[in-house]
């Protein structure tokens, strides 16, 4: 069974970074396809950044030059490095894994972060708050 563990969330100021990390564990190969969500209270959950099986990347507009989501192919880790952080970044911000990309190949980048559903495995959460 897949587990996505997450850490790196806290409190920082605005123009702060941030660095998450999201371990892939009870999975053998590679982790191609993943995903960075985030929800804060009273919203829906929406896509910050998506990498694909060819490391390919896509971005919420609001995050595009701020974040980076990479992988370490080796350690089998997500990451998405914050920087310039504001308040409207503050949520909870959830890693999401789909082995083997058969439900997201298919779909367009912008597709997929419009639709956590197509994701099984998902992490815990980890916070992320942003003071002005």
């Known amino acids: 069974q897949v587990a996505l563990v997450e850490s790196g969330g806290g409190s920082v100021q605005a123009g702060g970074s941030l660095r998450l990390s999201c371990s892939v564990f009870g999975y053998t190969y590679d982790i191609d396809c993943m995903a960075w969500f985030r929800q804060a209270p009273g919203k829906e959950r929406e896509g910050v950044a998506y990498?694909?099986?060819?490391?390919?990347?896509s971005y919420l507009d609001s995050v595009k030059d701020r974040f980076t989501i990479s992988k370490d192919h080796a350690e089998n880790t997500l990451y998405l490095q914050m920087n310039s952080l504001k308040p409207e970044d503050t949520a909870q911000y959830y890693c999401?894994?789909?082995?083997?990309?058969?439900?997201?190949?298919?779909?367009?980048?912008?597709?997929?972060?419009?639709?956590?559903?197509?994701?099984?495995?998902w992490g815990q959460g980890t916070q992320v708050t942003v003071s002005s």
């Open positions: 990498i694909d099986d060819r490391d390919r990347t």
């Open positions: 999401a894994a789909d082995p083997g990309c058969y439900a997201v190949d298919n779909y367009t980048p912008q597709f997929v972060m419009n639709n956590p559903r197509l994701f099984n495995f």
